[in-house]
Structure formats: structure tokens, C-alpha cells
Nanobody, 113 residues
Framework: VQLQASGGGLAQPGGFVNLSCAAS????????MGWYRQAPGKARELVAV?????NTTYADSVKGRFTISRDNAKVLLRMNTLKPEDTAVYYC??????????WGQGTQVTVSS
């Protein structure tokens, strides 16, 4: 399985950015897909993930502002009402039914005026 991420960039506080990630390969083995992020000097953290059954999990810091959606092997993260603290490198993630995780390349999101 390979993950190809797109989107990101620079946004102003209060603005929005969309991130997209598409999986290719043996996608039938994927259970969970979503996004993590890592800010400078901080550990990587979960942002939002969704399962094949449509269950979603969000970090408390993004609830009500970010929305994750999934269409088979493609996941979209809509990030609204952005804050400077959302600045980070965002990583697409897929977790297989076996528990194995794979990562896409990181994409930078910068929130600044």
C-alpha cells in the first residue's frame, strides 16, 4: 500500500485548508485512514482518523473545526477556522486490519498572518 497526499500550504488565521490522501495497492487490507501532525519540537499526534465502518476520532483541539471524510481508499481532511497552533507537518496514515501502519509523505500546513 502506498499513500499519496496533496494539499496544504499557507493560510491565514481563521482560514481553511484541505488535505487529501489516496491509497493505492492492496487497499482491501486497510481499516483506518486519517491524518497525524507534527509541530516543531513536538511529538507526532493524531488529528483525525476514520474507519471503514465510518467511525471517526478527532483530537480535542480540532473538534468542531476539522472534518474528515472517506471514500473507499481516499480520505479528505477539511480544516476550517485555522489557528497558528495548527501549523505542522501533516502525515497521511493508513492502518491495516493487522495493525500495521504505513505513512505518506508529510505536507506542510502553515497558519500565519
Amino acid at each position: 500500500v502506498q499513500l499519496q497526499a496533496s494539499g496544504g500550504g499557507l493560510a491565514q488565521p481563521g482560514g481553511f485548508v484541505n488535505l487529501s490522501c489516496a491509497a493505492s495497492g492492496d487497499i482491501a487490507i486497510i481499516n483506518v485512514m486519517g491524518w497525524y501532525r507534527q509541530a516543531p519540537g513536538k511529538a507526532r499526534e493524531l488529528v483525525a482518523v476514520t474507519t471503514t465502518r465510518g467511525n471517526t476520532t478527532y483530537a480535542d483541539s480540532v473538534k468542531g473545526r476539522f472534518t474528515i471524510s472517506r471514500d473507499n481508499a481516499k480520505v479528505l481532511l477539511r480544516m476550517n477556522t485555522l489557528k497558528p497552533e495548527d501549523t505542522a507537518v501533516y502525515y497521511c496514515n493508513a492502518q491495516f486490519w493487522s495493525g500495521t501502519m504505513v505513512w505518506g509523505q508529510g505536507t506542510q500546513v502553515t497558519v500565519s498572518s
